[in-house]
Every structure is written in structure tokens, then in C-alpha cells.
């Protein structure tokens, strides 16, 4: 059974920095879709970063030069480092995997087959 858990939240202030971090128990091959959602309280959930057997990364625009998501050699632990925040970027962060997944540059939410619980992020200006 797969389980993926969620840690490293917590509030900044707009140009600060967090990485999330993403654990996953049970075995999920290295070379699987791995990503970051994040979500807002009566907005629909976003993409906002996939990687692809710990090497091919997507980002959306408007995080590409803040956002790195990486993961470790086996795929147990993923990570997303967020530097130069800013308060657009407040929201549920969630983790998702996929050993299914045709296309992990397309981070949509049906795409994958296992999430996390999230963890809140809140940048302050």
C-alpha cells in the first residue's frame, strides 16, 4: 500500500524561503511521475511541478526560477524548494504520484493515482 506524507509547511514572509518535503511508504520505482499540487479554498486544484524518474521536471510558469521539485535516487522522498515566495503563492500543498502516468509533464490531477494530505503554506507581504 502505497502512502505518501507531506511535511515542511509553515508561514513566511513574501521573498522567504520553505522546501516541502514528500515521503513515501510503501515501493515506488525510481523511475515514476512524481508532482506538487497546490490548492486554495474554493479554487480548483493547480500543477505546479512533476518529475519524472528523479530527472525530467515540468514547472508552471509562474514558479519557474523560485520552484525546484527533486526527488532521491529511489523515489521514497520528494522534495519541492521554494525560494522568493509571494503571497499568490498561499495554498494547500499536496503530493501525487503515478506509476501509470503518460504523460508527466501534464500535471493534471487525473494523472495520478495516489496523494498526500497537503501541507499549508502561507506567505505574508
Known amino acids: 500500500q502505497i502512502q505518501l506524507v507531506e511535511s515542511g509547511g509553515g508561514s513566511v514572509q513574501a521573498g522567504g524561503s520553505l522546501r516541502l518535503s514528500c515521503v513515501a511508504s510503501?515501493?515506488?520505482?525510481?523511475?515514476?511521475?512524481m508532482a506538487w499540487f497546490r490548492q486554495v479554498p474554493g479554487n480548483e486544484r493547480e500543477g505546479v511541478a512533476s518529475?519524472?524518474?528523479?530527472?525530467?521536471?515540468s514547472y508552471r510558469d509562474s514558479v519557474k526560477g523560485r520552484f525546484t521539485i527533486s526527488q532521491d535516487n529511489v523515489g521514497k522522498t520528494l522534495y519541492l524548494q521554494m525560494n522568493n515566495l509571494q503571497p499568490e503563492d498561499t495554498a494547500m500543498y499536496v503530493c501525487a504520484a503515478s506509476v501509470t502516468s503518460r504523460d508527466c509533464p501534464r500535471i493534471v490531477g487525473g494523472n495520478f493515482e495516489y496523494w498526500g494530505q497537503g501541507a499549508q503554506v502561507t506567505v505574508s507581504s
Open positions: 510503501g515501493y515506488l520505482a525510481g523511475r515514476r511521475c
Open positions: 518529475i519524472y524518474g528523479g530527472g525530467r521536471t
